[in-house]
């Protein structure tokens, strides 16, 4: 009797110079497997399924768990992590292809850096004094940490950007992900010492007012961050600090 | 003389933890990383931070704190720095708090402690059960604001080979791979903090992320670094075991008072809600009825092994036990458990608010690692450790939610005396040893990329990973020991036919992988022969032919160090530090 087989097609490119093409792989099928363990098997054995040796895929991942934000890409078309993706739960072939918005490295391998600049931007921190012993920190209530949590549980994964129509380079949208920390940052009692600075980064160009609201970003979140309501409540405040500075001005 | 530079290489906690206090103390630094930092493994840890900060009302100090850990860890750890992290604990957690960790709060707006394994205090702090993921982040965002005024520079995406040593056999800087452009370059450095975490993949499947390869601290190591304890392995006892890794169900399940049981007769075929009261039985409960479900790792490890294997009580005859926490109400285990709630959700597919989980002990934590000393050097000059790749803070078995803490304050502590040490470093003679570092790995990677041979590197490692998970983790026989070091050996000698799939020379994984098998390899053999050596039970490492723990040949420290030889690492013995607490028997039956 056949061995029950998982055919996984995989968008290959060696770089970003080079062109794209798709090839196609026949594995055994185990229980519990996921997209990762599908391209682990792929590692030790790389073959295409008809029978032409290949390299391994290269991709980004790390703690399998979907915690650590590694392993976005397009699966069957969506936005997803690899790692959470469990072969039982996808119609096959599956199609797994790099994340379309950023510079492709190799692969399904991208460069995400940009995520990192805007929560600079945006000075996604809390300004301490210092690292010393300065007794305890502000007393917060837990219905404010039960706001605050969730947005803190962001994993980077730049999925929201992924799937925004207004994340281009037209655009130079900062993104949902980015909003969302403006927002925890601005709700910390200490950290809304930047607000006014923060709202104000996200006042020009590439800033708030680009998003459209088409609510994919909600959608497609893996670890469902109120992103909707969080880009709401930072738009009103960016409004109200633009009044603000009109009148200071 | 010039500003000293500082190398920092792992952003994970320890690593975040260093930098910091040196961009404070107004140094610079480079911080390497192969991932970017704040994808690092310490945001897999989950259940929270020790800290006694006694906001319970149960009178809890530092000095019990310190007593549970040295105990916990079954008096292998040297004590005055273990004793000095649990006096510094509640200050972490005040800096934490303030950075803006949303930790669980209090009605009163105040800290949220929990209890964890291996103590009768309430003294574990967490944000949900994702409290790594949390700390990490806010680490991740100090770093970020020092790299944004200048004093921190990232090489993310670089991967650490080896030290760049003078011919004084001081440190003087680092090679690394560009894991892009495949560029091996080296930098120089006055002093190098290593926190690169820890040596999972030894094991194949671990809980451990994919970079937790200990390949940073096995080349090190095979540069005449020390390794301390290698055989300590925790195995944690709640797992869920996976196609491509275990997945970690944290103690705080158990913490918030979930229960371990499996069904009293063999082969019960009904569902777990089924069963009624009297067919279940709580193993932990009923051996140990002052700790309960919260016994140390290592206990807890045990006792389902013995229920699975030698009661054959398994669930459905499988290596697995139930983790219930279908009795708590929905809305708690929302507040405080969600994230590994969800973790078991989407990757069984089952919901464990209304089933219990089936879990089974899975290799977690190295509680040995290089060796340091109490300022946290290597006997490298110049080359500092901190984190979970030193030894320094766990002795024989570590308690949950001490790690995110020795992490953090081993890193705070070593970037500054690292600090001082390099402000004090004289001036290299030539070029500090870095033209013939270069050449050195220059050799390696082409030797790599030009072989010839038939081994698959990921098949190589797959064979290791079984040969180290049935012989080197919970229960361990001197003859598989053995069997487990030819093994390795084997597979060095194969690896020199290691043939890489991908020669290309662009964001090549093949050959990042190889380089990192290598020194996975030459570390296994110091995990396998300390286990071999060590004739005695002490915390993790259980040897039913020697159950006593034998304080009198073995409250011994073991240091290894890499020969270059056949037999593999020479092994030596140094005292332990025992200032503070006369060792006395561990156990957490009903009375200790």
Known sequence: MAEKKVTLEIKRQASPEDPSQWERFELDWRPGMNVISAMMEIAANPVTADGRATTPVTYDSNCLEEICGSCAMRINGKARMACSSLVDNLEQPIKVEPLSKFPLVRDLQVDRSVLFENLKAVQAWVPIDGTYDLGAGPRILPQQQEVSYPLSNCISCTCCMEVCPQFNEGTGFVGAATIAQVKLFNDNPIGRVLKEERLRALAGDGGIQECGFAQNCVEVCPKQLPLTSAISDVSRDVLLQKVKDLFRS | MAAPRIIVVGGGLAGLAAVIKIAEAGGTVDLFSIVPVKRSHSVCAQGGINAAKNLKGEGDTTYKHFDDTIYGGDFLANQSPVKAMCEAAPAIIDLLDRMGVTFNRTPEGLLDFRRFGGTLYNRTAFAGATTGQQLLY?????VRRFEAAGKVKKYEGWEFLSAVLDSKGVARGITALDLRSMELRSFAADAIILATGGIGAIFGKSTNSVVCTGSAQSAIFQQGAHYANGEFIQVHPTCIPGEDKLRLMSESARGEGGRVWVPRKSGDKRDAKQIPEADRWYFLEEWYPKYGNLVPRDVATRAIHKVVY????????????????????RATLNRKLEGILEIYEKFVGVDPRDHPMKIFPGMHYTMGGLWVDFNQMTNIPGVFAAGECEYQYHGANRLGANSLLSCIYAGFISGPIALNYAKSLPAAEGDGGHAAEIKRQAEINGALLSNQGTENPFKLWRELGQTMTEHVTVIRYNKGLKEAD????????????????????????SFAFARQLKNMLELSRVVAQGALLRDESRGAHYKPDFPERNDEKFLKTTKASFTGQPEGPRLEYEEVDTAHIQPRRRSYEASN
């Open chain 2, 486 to 509: 030819e093994k390795i050996v084997e597979l060095l000698e194969r690896f020199k036919n290691v043939n890489l799939s991908d020669r290309s020379q662009w964001a090549n994984t």
């Open chain 2, 138 to 142: 806010a680490l991740d965002e100090q």
């Open chain 2, 310 to 329: 030698e009661h054959g009580l398994g669930i459905d005859g499988q290596p697995m036990v139930y983790l219930d926490l279908t009795h708590i109400d």
